[in-house]
């Protein structure tokens, strides 16, 4: 028996729901399921809430809270991402919780879970890899929308809508202008090779250099500058013919800029490097780095008017969004020596 007035916290505790779905059943929403209005209201009935609608007026004037989880925000890539998002869904009148996972599914999970408790609207998650299962299973219990971007996770999350870009494109865009700047054996270096995003970012690259019948070569591991710059000189040792590079990233790609700046190999000339993402960087950089350019900030605006949309209009994303991608040109493979 509750010996103080009931809050919505309270109707939410009774019917097993979030916050933001019983506020959602109160504003009559589309989004709720049927049955999930059944039991709030009984559990309104039974507790004795009572809508302040006059109050509810006057919060729903002022921001609502949009939860944005993000792997890696170390990575510029993620953090321009996160930067559009936030200020789109800024202009839409929405405030914004970031949470950063680090590439921990228990962390992402703890976070997820205190997003909804904490009465999210909506939640866009890229999400971390790893077994994230019960944190998916939170998310379609809370019934509120939520899109998965960047990255697909099969585990529990086949119901969340899904965008991301034309990866494959983009690796056969960079390939094939590696292969028409006379490139004659090129790699693939960056990227945990069982992931599906690393198998995407190849599948053009394998594409490409299957059709010319030649060999493909690959080094995978992590997608950090050190390990783009160790394997700029393991290859220069070990592979003195590799005369041509597709980074993972523009991580690895600046790592390799600078082991082959380190041993005196001219990138541009002695050997050709593409990245993949172009974040800002690499127009900045010497010599400046040939990118597979996702557009991120594009995207970002696309996704958070995607989720408004869904929010204010019930407009839910039934089919994966796939984005365009293109390839930005620079110094480091168009031919042009990075010496004086």
């Not at 529990?156 to 494109?169: E, H, Q, R, T």
């Not at 090129?186 to 190849?202: H, L, N, P, S, Y």
């Not at 080094?219 to 070990?238: D, K, N, Q, V, Y």
Request: net charge negative; aromatic share 6%.
């Amino acid at each position: 028996m509750l010996t103080k007035r009931p809050t919505i916290v309270d109707v939410a505790r009774h019917a097993g729901v979030s916050k933001s779905t019983v506020s959602l059943v109160l504003r009559s929403s589309p989004l709720v399921k049927s049955e999930t209005v059944v039991a709030v209201r009984a559990s309104i009935d039974e507790l004795g809430y009572v809508y302040n609608r006059s109050a509810a007026n006057l919060r729903s004037s002022s921001l609502g809270l949009i939860g944005l989880v993000i792997n890696d925000l170390r990575n510029p890539f993620f953090t321009e991402f996160a930067a559009t998002v936030q200020k789109t869904l800024a202009q839409r009148g929405y405030a914004t919780i970031i949470g950063d996972t680090s590439e921990d599914p228990a962390l992402q999970a703890q976070t997820v879970l205190s997003m909804i408790e904490h009465g999210v609207s909506g939640l866009v998650i890229s999400p971390a890899y790893g077994d994230t299962t019960g944190c998916f299973e939170r998310v379609l219990k809370a019934e509120i929308p939520a899109l998965q971007v960047l990255r697909k996770i099969e585990h529990g999350s086949n119901n969340l809508p899904f965008a991301s870009f034309d990866y494959g494109k983009g690796g056969a865009l960079a390939t094939q202008h590696l292969v028409d700047s006379g490139c004659k054996k090129i790699a693939f270096v960056g990227g945990v090779a069982a992931r599906e995003i690393t198998q995407e970012r190849m599948q053009g690259y394998l594409s490409v250099l299957n059709e010319l019948g030649r060999l493909p070569l690959a080094w995978h591991g992590p997608t950090t500058r050190l390990f783009g710059r160790e394997m700029a000189i393991a290859i220069s040792r070990e592979h003195p013919d590799v005369d041509g590079v597709l980074c993972f990233n523009d991580q690895v790609a600046l790592g390799m800029l600078s082991g082959f700046a380190e041993i005196g190999r001219d990138v541009g000339r002695d050997i050709r490097i593409v990245g993949f993402d172009d974040i800002e960087e690499c127009a900045n950089t010497w010599p400046k780095l040939s990118s597979v350019d996702c557009n991120i900030a594009g995207f970002g605006v696309w996704v958070a008017e995607a989720l408004v949309d869904w929010l204010e209009h019930g407009k839910r994303l039934e089919t994966p969004y796939i984005a365009g991608v293109e390839l930005k040109v620079r110094a480091s493979s168009n031919g042009e020596a990075s010496s004086r």
